[in-house]
């Protein structure tokens, strides 16, 4: 999960830009970049952090030009703390192309070994978005006649990437000299929408992985971009769009609509907050048919994901609604925070309890999801010590039993709290009083019935079925050995340079 914006307009970008990572902060909060274009020319500061932090006033001088792309990250490959992975990427040829990229390849190193042997590109990190920017390089490259580029070879590049790659890709691309690209995985898995605004020198584009962007910088949303589609703005504003994939059908990824999008956000035409308020009434009737609601004092939302749900389901079953958590905003989400202890370190100083909520009550929290259970066990720990008689939980989702390897940091089998457990196991391990899991039919009517037309979600880390149908047993195993290497690789680093810095202090 990442944030990403691209954007041509009639004046300078570079506040624009800021200002929309600001919005999208919520998606990633490892790193950030921005490249603007002047004339012919690329512009690029980068590095890891928060928004606020990565970017000076210094830094947003450096950056000036009327088009631009901006992305922030969190990892699902590669270290959280490696500023080489930080995005947007560049390679100069050809033409020279900038690239922001959410989602995650699943044939990343195959295409790697592709590039190296076939079309002789060195990828220089261990991030599939390099991978898929010199994917794109090499279309365009075999494509392109002569030195300039029109539309059908700007296309075609892109149904060629489409025919190599395979997983979820949400794009923005810049070409210098040409204008700014923007395209979706066929399936549709992580959002893309796109929007104008009209002014006295012309209209502006903006693309963004999420509508709120478009609505407080002052655009006005036009639709999503659709799966397999690529959408070109040319340097003199002039869109141009064309569907480059064979075979597109979409389905998003449905924990956009569980956990990580804003309750403002519309993705492919549902209001996410409105998808929350169903999930809380599905959630609601499967509730009371195992634990009656006269044995619940209040309901209390795990903030902040949680809240439309939670509010929904007590007014649904008639039992008070308070607010229980009060939470610290200076502290980032757990979920998405590196390292299972830096998690349950996080917890206590994310949330604080407002006592008398809990004092002599049975309560029922209600969280979005559960996925490694680090979190809700710190909250039911913390619910018990504020003096709650019964602590009942709910999830608005089902369990999460399978990675998600369409770029959700939940890789792997052995994280997750669900796996090979049943619903009582996971309440016990938790430490609830009981725990009551969303069905994976009624969250998926929670969105459809919203619209219709949507028949189909990606769904792999409720029921293990991956719409890409390339994701094999063997293929989840050797990300477990990869990340399970990684984190011992991490590890020894760390032990290492504790050693230094010993030795150093004693040789001092």
């Known amino acids: 999960m990442c944030g990403i914006l691209g954007v041509v307009a009639t004046t300078p970008v570079n506040q624009l830009l ?123 490259q075999a494509t392109a006649k002569g030195c300039w580029l029109d539309l059908d070879t700007i296309f075609a590049a892109v149904a060629a990437v489409h025919r190599r790659c395979r997983g979820a890709y949400a794009v923005v691309a810049m070409i210098a000299g ?15 929408v796109f929007g104008f605004n009209e002014t006295p020198e012309g209209t502006e584009y903006l693309f963004a992985s999420e ?6 910088l002052g655009f006005q949303v036009l639709r999503d971009v659709d799966p397999g589609e690529a959408i070109f703005i040319d340097l003199d504003h002039h869109l141009h769009q064309r569907q480059c994939a064979q075979h597109a059908a979409l389905s998003p990824c449905i924990f956009e609509f569980v956990y990580l999008a804003r309750p403002d956000s519309v993705i492919d035409g549902v209001s996410v907050y409105e998808a929350r308020l169903n ?50 905003r200076y ?17 206590r100083q994310k949330l604080n309890t407002v006592a008398q909520e809990f004092k002599g009550k049975r309560v029922l929290l209600v969280d979005d999801s559960i996925v490694r259970g680090t979190t809700s066990r710190e ?25 998600n390897v369409y770029g959700i940091d939940m890789p792997t089998r052995s994280e997750l709290i669900a796996t090979g457990r049943t619903g009582e196991q996971i309440a ?42 390339d994701v094999s047993t063997e293929y989840l195993t050797a990300i477990e050995m990869a990340r399970a290497g990684h984190q011992k690789t991490t590890k020894e680093e760390r032990w290492a340079s504790k050693q230094l810095h010993l030795n150093l202090l004693s040789a001092g």
């Not at 998606?27 to 512009?43: K, N, S, Y």
């Not at 909250?379 to 990675?403: D, Q």
């Open 18 to 140: 800021y200002d929309g990572l600001m919005v999208l902060q919520h998606r990633g909060q490892d790193a950030a970049g921005i490249v603007t274009a002047e004339d012919d020319a690329f512009h690029m500061h980068k590095g890891s952090g928060l928004v606020r932090d990565v970017f000076r006033t210094r830094n947003m001088r450096a950056l000036p030009g009327n088009m631009g792309i901006a992305h922030c990250r969190y990892p699902t490959a590669g270290s959280a703390f490696d500023a080489a992975l930080s995005q947007p990427f560049y390679v100069n040829s050809p033409f020279g192309i900038v690239l922001g990229h959410n989602g995650n390849l699943t044939n990343a190193e195959q295409l790697k070994e592709e590039m190296f042997c076939q079309d002789l590109r060195h990828i220089n990190t261990g991030s599939d978005s390099e991978v898929l920017l010199n994917t794109l390089a090499h279309e365009l």
């Open 211 to 216: 509508s709120v962007a478009l609505d407080t």
């Open 379 to 403: 909250i039911v720990e913390m619910a018990r010590a504020a003096g709650a008689l019964k602590v009942f939980f709910a999830s608005a989702s089902p369990p999460v039993r399978y990675p």
């Open 178 to 192: 040409h204008g700014l690209l923007a395209f979706r995985d066929p399936f549709g898995i992580r959002p893309l």
């Open 331 to 347: 502290i980032g989400r757990t979920f998405i925070m590196p390292g299972q202890a830096t998690r349950a370190r996080s917890v």
């Open 428 to 469: 016990r391990e938790i430490g609830a009083d009981a725990l009551v899991y969303q069905d994976l039919d009624a969250l998926k009517a929670s969105i459809r019935e919203l619209k219709p037309s949507l028949c189909h979600f990606d769904t792999s880390c409720f029921d293990g079925c991956y719409v890409t149908g």
């Open 279 to 328: 999930m809380g009434e599905h959630l609601a009737d499967k509730l009371l048919k195992h634990i009656p609601y006269d044995q619940i004092d209040v309901v209390i939302p795990i903030p902040d994901s949680s809240r439309p749900s939670a509010m929904q389901l007590a007014q649904r079953i008639g039992v008070p609604y308070r607010e229980g958590f009060v939470k610290n």
